[in-house]
């Protein structure tokens, strides 16, 4: 399915919130552990994972923002 329907279930609403909050989690250690760790490839490595864990993150949001009534 590529729209998100104009009436989200409460299962499906449990399970974005599961998503979102694991890119939220996720996203904020990477931020961290490339903060914390020396080695430059790994650095960039955590960066870049933190930003496309956000990215994930604002796309589900979004997603919600789209369906239903908020368009």
């Keep these: 399915m590529n729209t998100v ?12 919130e599961d998503m979102m909050n694991w890119n ?12 914390e ?4 490839v790994l650095k960039e490595a955590f960066a870049t994972l933190a ?3 956000k990215k994930h993150y604002q796309v589900l ?6 369906g239903g009534n908020n368009e």
């Design 24 to 35: 939220f989690t996720l996203s904020k250690k990477a931020n961290h552990f490339s903060t």
């Design 61 to 66: 949001l979004d997603s919600l923002y789209v």
């Design 51 to 53: 930003t496309t864990l």
């Design 5 to 16: 329907p104009a009436m989200v279930s409460t299962k499906d609403l449990s399970y974005l």
């Design 37 to 40: 760790v020396t080695d430059v």
